[in-house]
């Protein structure tokens, strides 16, 4: 069984920044792809950023891009997301995910079929 734990997660003020980290465990081989999404309350998830595990190609959501960089760690078996320049519009809680089928768009949260407990991030005016 696959298991994501998310980590780094706090209370910031805005300007900050912040490292997530998901750790990946329970398979000998690497996913195909991992993503981090947010949801804030009283909104729907939304697909922050992703990676290709295999070529470390990275997709980013507009409202991001430029601030926030995901990186992965082979040895680690491990996923990051480092957050710059945080806005309090970023407050919400942070979902790693793990996908091994490569099926459908990498934005599209229904295709990743691991996902962590989520870490909450906050970021104050």
């Known amino acids: 069984q696959v298991q994501l734990v998310e980590s780094g997660g706090g209370l910031v003020q805005a300007g900050d920044s912040l490292r997530l980290s998901c750790a990946v465990s329970g398979r000998t081989f690497s996913s195909y792809r991992m993503g981090w999404f947010r949801q804030a309350p009283g909104k729907e998830r939304e697909f922050v950023a992703a990676?290709?595990?295999?070529?470390?190609?990275?997709y980013y959501a507009g409202s991001i891009k430029g601030r926030f960089t995901i990186s992965r760690d082979n040895t680690k078996n491990t996923v990051y997301l480092q957050m710059n320049s945080l806005k309090p519009e970023d407050t919400a809680v942070y979902h790693c995910?793990?996908?091994?089928?490569?099926?459908?768009?990498?934005?599209?949260?229904?295709?990743?079929?691991?996902w962590g407990q989520g870490t909450q991030v906050n970021v104050s005016s």
């Open positions: 990676i290709m595990w295999a070529s470390g190609y990275t």
């Open positions: 995910a793990a996908d091994y089928s490569g099926r459908g768009a990498y934005a599209d949260h229904v295709n990743y079929g691991y």
